[in-house]
Each structure stands twice: as structure tokens, then as C-alpha cells.
């Protein structure tokens, strides 16, 4: 069987490169696109982030200059390879965008995805290494190829580069990654002091998924920005957990309610977050506090509030 190319090879016009004439049935031209007729399910998703003001700003004053590259689907619909930004700024624009279709195999398709992002140079270090979890998680390769000798080949990186990527993801947890968002502007050595934080501690992963949240909410600026903030508060957070002992970083009380059953209360460190586990002896008692748990927590919040005057 014929070894698949590597990815590491510098991008070529799609009409010369020799996997074009020898791989690909290209349409001719470059055709205008409705965007809402291009679908992106089932495409790898190797952006946490989408930030398309910029780029927006200027294809309205210069127009689009680089075709995005898409495959056909039946009728009038395409499938997109790769140019998701410019996708999504041509569609906020309400212009037609400026597409090459080529006829490609899933697989090729991928591989092409993969080789114009480490063309450009566009996706952080914690994208590329979601983009690694991903390759052997899902079902993009073959079960064969999922390993991390095959990821590595797929994005032309030793095994030891794939297995440094996958160690961040597994370690800070892909939902806090999703929290934090794409950090453009944070290195691998950063994700690596916060890997080695959260290895070294029981820190509350909700709680610095929390943490990344408020900063956003709280900080003014753009997509990538705020993403920064929030990865530089969430290490800020992580390390204050580390120092702290164990018993200051959040306190357990198990109780028992006599006719309704144990609960376990637990409280974070920083006196934001409450946690309740309840074992009730009947399961009706627990679907209405379910139920009407905005209306109870509203209810003890006017009983705290009159307590305090």
C-alpha cells in the first residue's frame, strides 16, 4: 500500500499541485458561492474560536481574495474543506463567497483541511492539540490510523510532539479548554505550567471553567482577547488553589435529615460555588425540588437577605 503524503509540504497552487492533476477532478474557474448553500457538519472542527471582525472589515473594503475550497454534495449543495472564517464572514456580510470546488475522498479532504491550517499558521497551540484529540478520538481516520504514531503522521509531528499535545488536553480537561477558548496569544509553555498546576492539585475544574467564563463576561475586547484573559485568570486561580491546604480549598458536611435522607454539602474554596448531593429516601421529593428549585434558592436568598438587616 502506498505511503499517504505528509502534510509538511509547502501549499501549491491547487491547479498545479501534482495530487490535483493526479487525485482531484477540479471544476473549472473559481465559482461565487450563496455561503448558506455550504455545509460544515461533519467537517473536523479545528477552531475553538471564530474571530471574523477583522477579516470581515476587509473583504467588505478589498473583497475576498483567497478562495475557500469546498467539494459538491447533491443538488446545489457543498461541503466545506477548508476556510471556515471566511465562510462565516462572507455569511455575516451577506455576500456571495468565492469558492474552488474540487471532487475529493473524505479522507483526502481531511488532509487538505489540515495542510492549510498548518500552511497559515492560524490555529493556537491548544486548537492544534484539540485537533490531535480529536484525529484519535473520533472517526475521521481509520481505526488503524488512530494511534498516536498515525496522528503524528496525519500532522506531520513525531510521536513525542502528539503525545505532548494530547497530555495538555487530557490533563486541563476538554471542557475548561472550551471554557478558556483558543488563547492565541498563550504558548505552549503557559499550557504546560497550567497542566502541570492541575496535575499537581484537586482543583475544581467547574470552578475555573467559572473562572473563564467571568472573565469574558467581565473584560471588554475581542474574541482572541478575552480568551488570553481568561486562560491567564484560570492559571491565576489554579495556582491559588495549589497553595492553598486542602482543607481551606473547600470544606465537605455530610449530613442526615431524618424522613428525607443524607446530603452532602460541599463548598468551594472561594465561597462561590455550592454543591448539593442528596440521597432522599423518596424519589418524588427529589423530581419537585427539581422542579422548583429556582423558586426555593429565591426563597432562601429573601430569608438570607432579611437575616442580614
Avoid at 480537561?173 to 499537581?200: D, M, N, T, Y
Avoid at 470552578?207 to 463576561?217: E, G, I, Q, R, S
Wanted: with cysteine.
Amino acid at each position: 500500500m502506498a505511503r499517504k503524503p505528509k502534510l509538511g509540504l509547502p501549499l501549491q497552487s491547487l491547479r498545479n499541485a501534482p495530487d490535483a492533476l493526479e487525485g482531484r477532478r477540479l471544476r473549472g474557474g473559481v465559482f461565487e458561492i450563496d455561503p448558506g448553500h455550504i455545509e460544515i457538519t461533519g467537517r473536523l472542527d479545528d477552531r475553538l474560536d471564530i474571530e471574523i471582525e477583522g477579516l470581515k472589515a476587509s473583504i467588505a473594503k478589498n473583497g475576498q481574495r483567497v478562495p475557500i475550497l469546498v467539494r459538491p454534495l447533491e443538488g446545489d449543495r457543498y461541503s466545506l474543506i477548508y476556510g471556515r472564517r471566511r465562510l462565516e464572514a462572507c455569511r455575516a456580510l451577506g455576500v456571495k463567497i468565492r469558492a474552488i470546488v474540487t471532487e475529493v475522498e473524505d479522507d483526502q479532504a481531511l488532509r487538505d483541511q489540515l495542510l492549510e491550517n498548518q500552511e497559515r499558521r492560524d490555529l493556537s497551540f491548544i486548537e492544534r492539540a484539540m485537533v490531535a484529540a480529536a484525529l484519535l478520538d473520533g472517526d475521521h481516520l481509520t481505526e488503524a490510523e488512530r494511534t498516536n504514531k498515525g496522528v503524528a503522521e496525519v500532522l506531520n509531528l513525531t510521536e513525542a510532539g502528539v503525545s505532548q499535545l494530547l497530555s495538555v488536553v487530557r490533563t486541563v480537561g476538554e471542557g475548561l479548554v472550551q471554557a478558556i477558548g483558543a488563547a492565541p496569544g498563550i504558548g505552549r509553555p503557559r499550557w504546560e505550567e497550567l497542566k502541570k498546576c492541575l496535575g499537581a492539585t484537586e482543583a475544581d475544574r467547574d470552578h475555573l471553567a467559572f473562572v473563564a467564563a467571568d472573565t469574558k463576561t467581565g473584560h471588554a475586547g475581542g474574541v482572541n482577547e478575552k480568551s488570553d484573559k481568561a486562560f491567564l485568570a484560570v492559571l491565576a486561580a489554579a495556582q491559588q488553589e495549589g497553595q492553598a491546604s486542602p482543607a481551606s480549598r473547600r470544606q465537605n458536611l455530610a449530613v442526615l435529615i431524618d424522613g428525607i435522607g443524607s446530603a452532602t454539602i460541599t463548598t468551594a474554596r472561594h465561597g462561590r460555588q455550592l454543591k448539593l448531593e442528596l440521597m432522599a429516601e423518596n424519589p418524588d421529593f427529589v423530581s419537585w425540588i427539581e422542579g422548583n428549585a429556582p423558586q426555593l434558592i429565591t426563597e432562601l436568598h429573601e430569608r438570607w437577605t432579611r437575616s442580614e438587616d
